[in-house]
């Protein structure tokens, strides 16, 4: 028996040698995932080994064959330039998971290379930090050189029956691949739905290597550039849940006389604060009786889907059909007319916030509302899908999301025709329900803001889209449809840049503006200064900041992390004083959500060995669930004028803060239209999270996620009470419905065909 296995042992590998005549981009594919794969997981399930290693052979068959169907020379050539291309790719993703927590895109490979550029603090050091793991990947290629000068591997064009055999066994590979996850169809999160129904990154690149990725990511940027999408599945039928629960108020309706204090300024270094002033003309929840009407408007949904054409927009209609609307409530119209300031805080989070390092956001968080259980998820594109799911209403689907809703001129100083001449791709997504555009329906003026670089990601045309007339960055913005480099913010050029400075460049604006017209603003902001990574040379504002933090007992990178956040606080104490000075404080509500949870922090504890809950552990004093416990996050939205406190306990998340703010202001809209509803209705809370499992849901009574460790569903419960079998699938069915709906409205530009229901 043994030497009949020794024998088929030696046929195998006399097989793949006369396969691969020596040539090792045969097994190059193969090397990259398995290596690759350790680096960033640090080990392997059984099943995504197997899966990888399959399509990585093919891969490497199908590479071996193209290298070898020229004179010696010009296979020479391909061979290397394409081992050349594969390595770069793979060596690039693990930096730059390495640096942001999710693996690199070919249009942000392609379209903002330059502005990554402007990380270079975090690149070089995750650049240096990894110089063990770019040799071990570049091995391959030391190989094939030494291979190549001593005339072992020969280039030469092999015997087309050696040809056909190369072909025929990777075709064979590919068959087997497809037998082996065809046996997981049906399975939740499964190797199959990842391939046929729905690839996410998160489960998709352990699930099935780096290469499977790298081809969705080939056809979902091909797709992008076109407008061509490639490899489109039909439109499942629209199936609504099943289960509603009852509506159980969460807020509490007494409201309850405040101890905390008015935001105590926050002293700095050359910083002169004022206190804030005790708050006078106190607006008051809206007296009874109080309207609990539906909050809708006259759009029969039901008819527009009987006669659509198109069926991903019938789906939407018949979606937003069956949807219950929130209630007007005693909060309605509490903020009437009031100015808003809204910022999206780069990676801030409870870690951040401290009654002694940060006294006027802890006041701000501790008085007026007081969300006890808001969330943060975090999408692939985190920063940019995380402001978009803020000041959208949507759900982040797929990439490009907020470019699917904008019109993107790559080059700064080429006019929108001239772009349109060269054949730029051009859209135009109707979204007058973002954030800017309702508020500017409604008569505000908007402003947009950002310290780092005004088009990474392509912000500018973003923030337009979304209703901002007035858009300042770092080297550019975009003032009424206009853009120009002298646009910009003259903000002081570091690593991250300063939230302070920028509220100090730009706050003057559209207070003057204020003080001259009295018509209402709303200003939006996308902050830097918490931006990983989180060291006294990763991070200006960490290092900035690093001593005042010194007596803290945590380790120096958590430290790092809340000197990093403390620019933020110096940035509102900045901002409460300007609105007080102006006269515009009492009559201005500050909101501020972060854009996601600190993954930085995440990043640097698995680069130091240590298990990614590491810090978040550490501060909290105890292990820290990964799947839930980290993305618990702040929320603030703050009138200084206030001096009662609602603690509202309802589970929420960024998806319910444009209906939450519209019912507090009194503007009319139909609720229905946005994935989240008015945290401070009676609408029971319903959270969804889109990071390692897209449909983890939590509710105010459990918990739900995919652990792809376990290969199974885990529910948790949040009461004594246990959660139905029925209820369960019906949520989990509104978590894909809310994700569907999104992807259909951005794909087939929805709002503009109820645009004439919209209109006042």
């Not at 199908?62 to 020229?70: A, D, Q, Y």
């Not at 790298?214 to 499942?236: P, W």
């Not at 006389?257 to 003309?281: K, L, R």
């Not at 009874?288 to 939407?316: C, G, M, Y």
Request: proline share 5%; aromatic share 12%.
């Amino acid at each position: 028996m043994k030497e009949k296995i020794t024998s088929i042992g030696k046929k195998v590998l006399g097989f793949l040698k006369q396969l691969s005549d020596r040539n090792l981009i045969l097994l190059l594919p193969v090397y990259l995932e398995i290596v690759s794969h350790l680096i960033v997981y640090k080990g392997y399930t059984w099943g995504g080994f197997l899966n990888s290693m399959l399509v990585a052979v093919g891969i490497g068959l199908i590479l071996g064959t193209v290298c070898s169907l020229f004179g010696r020379l010009a296979n020479i050539i391909l061979t290397f330039t394409l081992s050349g291309i594969l390595s770069v790719y793979f060596i690039a993703q693990v930096i730059y998971h390495s640096v942001f927590g999710v693996f690199m895109s070919l249009f942000t490979a392609m379209n903002v290379g330059t502005d990554v550029l402007q990380f270079r603090e975090m690149v070089t050091k995750a650049i240096v930090t990894n110089i063990p793991n770019i040799l071990l990947l570049l091995i391959p290629i030391v190989g094939m050189i030494i291979l190549t000068v001593k005339h072992i591997t020969d280039y030469v064009r092999p015997s087309w029956k050696r040809t056909v055999g190369r072909l025929g066994a990777a075709a064979g590979i590919y068959l087997l691949f497809s037998l082996i996850i065809l046996t997981s169809k049906g399975k939740e999160n499964s190797a199959y739905e990842l391939v046929h129904t729905e690839y996410n990154p998160d489960s998709g690149v352990p699930t099935l290597g780096m290469l499977v990725y790298l081809k969705n990511d080939v056809t979902e940027t091909i797709s992008y550039a076109t407008g061509i999408e490639l490899g489109k599945k039909s439109t499942e039928d629209f199936v609504a849940a099943k289960y509603t629960p009852s509506p159980t108020p969460t807020a509490t309706l007494s409201p309850t006389p405040t101890n905390s204090p008015t935001p105590a300024p926050t002293q700095a270094p050359n910083h002169t604060a004022t206190p804030t002033p005790t708050a006078t003309n106190t607006p008051t929840p809206t007296p009874t009786p109080v309207d609990r009407s539906p909050q809708v408007l006259d759009i029969d949904f039901n008819s527009l889907a009987a006669s659509a054409k198109n069926k991903e927009i019938k789906w939407v209609h018949q979606y937003f059909a069956s949807e219950t609307p929130s209630n007007k409530n005693e909060f309605t119209g509490m903020f009437r007319d009031y100015n808003l300031i809204f910022i999206t805080a780069e990676a801030w989070s409870p870690l951040a916030v401290s009654k002694e390092k940060t006294p006027t956001l802890y006041s701000m968080l501790n008085s007026g509302f007081v969300f006890n259980n808001f969330y943060n998820p975090i999408w692939y594109t985190s920063t940019v899908d995380g402001e978009f799911a803020g000041i959208s209403g949507l759900l982040p689907e797929g990439k490009f999301n907020g470019r699917r809703c904008a019109r993107v001129i790559d080059d700064l100083d080429t006019s929108e025709d001239e772009s349109k001449a060269k054949g730029a791709k051009q859209e135009d997504n109707a979204m007058p329900y973002a954030l800017g555009n309702i508020f500017k329906s409604n008569g505000y003026k908007t402003y947009a803001y950002h310290n780092h670089t005004f088009d990474y990601y392509s912000r500018n045309a973003i923030v337009e889209a979304f209703g901002y007339d007035v858009y300042r960055g770092y080297k550019g913005g975009t003032v009424f449809g206009e853009t120009k480099r002298e646009f910009g913010i003259p903000i002081t050029y570091m690593w991250p840049e300063s939230d302070l400075e920028m509220m100090k460049l730009t706050v003057p604006e559209y207070l003057e503006e204020w003080k001259s017209t009295g018509e209402p603003f709303h200003a939006y902001y996308m902050s830097v200064s918490g931006h990983t990574n989180y060291s006294k040379g990763g991070n200006a504002m960490s290092k900035r900041h690093f001593n005042e933090m010194n007596d803290l007992t945590w380790s120096d990178t958590l430290k790092c992390y809340i000197a990093a956040n403390y620019e933020l606080e110096l940035a509102v104490n900045s901002l409460i004083e300007q609105l007080k000075e102006a006269g515009a404080l009492e009559k201005t509500v500050i909101v501020i959500n972060a854009d996601h949870y600190p993954y930085g922090l995440e990043n640097m504890a698995t680069d130091a060995g240590l298990p990614s809950n590491t810090y978040f552990s550490e501060f909290y004093g105890h292990e820290v669930d990964n799947h839930i416990e980290k993305y618990k996050n702040n929320l603030v939205i703050w009138n200084a004028a206030m001096t009662e406190t609602y603690e509202i306990d309802k589970v929420a998340c960024p998806m319910d803060i444009i209906p939450t703010i519209l019912n507090l202001f009194g503007v009319e809209f139909d609720s229905r239209l946005y994935m989240g509803r008015d945290i401070l209705s009676d609408t029971p809370g319903f959270v969804v999270f889109g990071s390692d499992d897209k449909y983890k849901f939590m509710t105010d009574t459990c918990i739900r996620y995919y652990d792809n460790a376990l290969g199974s569903a885990v529910v948790k419960n949040l009461t004594e009470e246990e959660v139905s079998k029925e209820y369960l699938d019906a949520m989990l069915q509104e978590a894909k419905n809310r994700y569907t709906a999104s992807k259909y409205i951005i794909n087939n530009d929805y709002f503009s065909t109820i645009k004439q229901y919209l209109e006042k």
